[in-house]
């Protein structure tokens, strides 16, 4: 798989920010990140959704008040897959995806013999966010999330807060962000000013901050777009005019990202309708991300023949059979519930091709979106990591 960029578990990813922290203020650590500094015991983690390294570079290139951070940049990579619901769990655990089991934004969970969206943890088929912590359901045993870096410093009596836009803190925030204060904001400027604030009265502390317009913006106008190079760009030059006005005690910020994405249109989409073969061939329907899709085979269906007829009617896809995902290091350390979630095949995007399933019964109008990600090229898999200390 040539041309793909494999997730760096050992020291180079989003997995091993978390023990960087932990190592910072002296608690059990496994894996930080290599050559990595922080000077001060009051910390801010900035996660910006949806910016690749490649365009982060541009970008800053772009606004000359922010030219300063490319001497603090370093390149890190996403998880498999190089999407936002995997990255973040990965980021407040510092679990491989294969241990925290949260593979993709749509999953198949045995246990309910059900697909679920990971991030509003609900059914595919329901739009009521929540859905499962409505009706008595509970979704921690779906995942293994039993403790997070915030939980980890509270006990130590380290305070930790989180900052998310309004309505973002259900779903899957319930539980990637234990043992922190979550707060609403309205915009950058509010959650890190106050940030600044809470952080300026402590010795020690830690706070995290997510935005996710990035992300809404390139699936909306494209990863080149105006829109998307302003949008990172205004956060980024708001972040850097706000750290030089109040900053008053030393700090240490990172700015990260959870994933890039590729520019995508109309003619990308493979829709899985369309062929009657596969679709008679498979015991669930697709689960995972648009340009890496899991698959599980009827019984009566051989494996390796739908594998060959993949491989022959899907251009610019590579078909994995599950021990392929394994001996590739794709999720890390795979447990073994995790394991009989998977499936048989993985169809994974080696192009600009994506792959489209309607969860809702017959096919509907869709928005076409002109950026995704979740697969492996390089544009999607590598992210910046900013590493300021004042």
């Known amino acids: 798989m040539q041309d793909l960029v494999f997730p760096r578990y050992d020291g180079e990813s989003i997995t091993n920010v978390p023990h960087t922290i932990l190592k910072h203020f002296g608690l059990n650590f496994k894996r930080p990140l290599n050559r990595i500094y922080l000077s001060s015991d009051r910390l801010i983690s900035i996660l910006i959704d949806g910016v690749g390294y490649r365009d982060f570079m541009k970008i800053i290139n772009t606004f000359h008040e922010i030219e300063w ?11 498999f897959p190089s999407t936002t619901s995997t990255a973040l769990v990965s980021l407040s655990t510092g679990l491989e ?8 934004s749509v999953m198949y969970i045995r246990e309910i013999g059900m697909i679920v969206n990971t991030r509003s943890l609900s059914p595919m088929i329901s739009e009521d966010r929540d859905y499962f912590q409505k009706h008595g359901v509970n979704v921690s045993k779906f995942f293994k999330i039993e403790t997070t870096v915030f939980n980890e410093l509270s ?8 900052y998310l836009p309004k309505g973002l ?28 604030t809470f952080l300026q009265d402590l010795d020690q502390g830690y706070v995290h901050i997510y935005i996710p317009t990035p992300d809404q913006v390139a699936h909306k106008y494209g990863v080149d777009s105006d829109e998307y190079v302003n949008c990172v760009g205004d956060i980024l030059v708001s972040i850097d005019r ?36 596969l679709m008679n061939s498979l015991s669930t329907p697709p689960f995972g991300e648009a340009r890496a899709s899991f698959i599980k085979i009827e019984r009566d269906y051989d494996v390796d023949e739908v594998k060959q007829y993949l491989e022959s009617r899907f251009r610019g896809f590579k078909i994995l059979k599950i021990s392929e995902i394994f001996s590739s290091n794709l999720l890390g350390q795979v447990d073994s519930n995790v394991c009989r979630r998977l499936g048989d095949l993985l169809i994974l995007s080696t192009s600009t091709k994506c792959l489209d ?3 809702r019964g017959e096919p509907r109008e869709k928005t076409i979106l002109k950026a995704q990600h979740g697969s492996l090229l390089s544009r999607e898999m590598l992210t910046p990591l900013v590493i300021l200390n004042f």
Request: proline share 2%; charged share 25%; hydrophobic share 35%.
């Open 69 to 79: 951070f490319k001497d603090h940049v370093k390149i890190i990579t996403s998880t």
């Open 97 to 104: 995806p294969g241990l925290h089991g949260v593979i993709g």
């Open 155 to 162: 006990s130590v009596g380290v305070r930790t807060r989180v």
């Open 169 to 196: 803190s259900d779903g899957i925030s319930r539980l990637i962000y234990k043992g922190a204060e979550v707060l609403d904001y309205s915009g950058i400027s509010d959650a890190l000013i106050n940030a600044l």
């Open 242 to 277: 706000i750290l030089k006005k109040y900053v008053k005690k030393s700090i240490s910020i990172i700015i990260l990202s959870d994933h890039g994405l590729i520019p995508t249109g109309e003619h990308d989409v493979v829709k899985f309708e369309d062929h009657e073969y």
């Open 357 to 359: 399933y309607s969860y």
